[in-house]
């Protein structure tokens, strides 16, 4: 028989004691009769990678639940989140974090950003080189920004059973991370989190340093 959601939650869970790592349940796809499942069990942080399912989930269920954007967002879709989104995982440009700004200031609030870092080797996957990373941290335009704050850096790793190869890329992550952590420091950049891992790779991200793991189908079961 399958596990319960709340045996899976135990289980990730007691793996994250005593580490950095933070869970975020990754609920996308899943109906929100099993988010209310996970929010009685009193855990109340939770990943979606699309802004529509994401709203409609935020304006069914109560309203002291973390929510993360961890998919690739779309300028003209800034809005919709921008009310409540607790952190957004997934910059990839300086004209998006302009938005994020503009949108959090009209809602009187701050919000979290990552810089999503393109780790893999698969170039199917999203995300910023170094350059980029560079470009953006050194922008002066950035230190306008009063409404976002940039809290660290996200990756995913390429899909991949080769256990050495997926450590490799986020021992790159993390020392990306410690470079800037150490050499940029301002209003508006405190680097803190390294969201990395899923449900296949999170105990190898959290001995690399995760301080955010996102998981979904070990909790939910396969979509
Ligand atoms: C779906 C998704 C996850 C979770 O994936 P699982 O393999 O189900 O744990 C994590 N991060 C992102 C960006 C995702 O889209």
Request: aromatic share 8%; glycine share 4%.
């Amino acid at each position: 028989m399958q596990n319960s959601i709340k045996e899976n939650l135990d289980e990730i869970l007691s793996k994250l004691e005593n580490t950095e790592a933070k869970l975020i349940a990754v609920t996308k796809t899943h109906p929100v009769e099993k988010l209310q499942t996970l929010y009685d069990l009193d855990f109340k942080v939770f990943g979606e990678n699309r802004v529509q399912e994401l709203t409609e989930k935020h304006e069914k269920l109560p309203k002291d639940i973390q929510w993360h954007l961890i998919g690739t967002l779309q300028k003209n879709k800034v809005k919709y989140v921008a009310p409540f989104v607790a952190m957004i995982h997934s910059v990839e440009s300086f004209s998006l974090l302009k938005e994020i700004n503009k949108r959090a200031k009209q809602n009187e609030r701050v919000i979290e950003c990552l810089l999503q870092m393109h780790i893999a080797e698969e170039d199917t996957k999203f995300g910023l080189n170094e350059t980029e990373l560079y470009e953006i941290l050194e922008s002066e335009e950035l230190k306008n920004f009063e409404n976002i704050k940039l809290v660290g850096l996200m990756g995913m790793a390429t899909f991949t059973d080769n256990k050495n190869q997926v450590r490799a890329e986020f021992k790159n992550l993390k020392t990306l991370f410690d470079k800037v952590k150490t050499n940029f420091k301002t209003e508006n950049i405190d680097f803190r989190e390294i969201s990395m891992g899923m449900s296949g790779d999170y105990p190898i991200a959290i001995e690399e340093g995760a301080t955010l793991v996102r998981v979904g189908s070990a909790i939910f079961g396969k979509r």
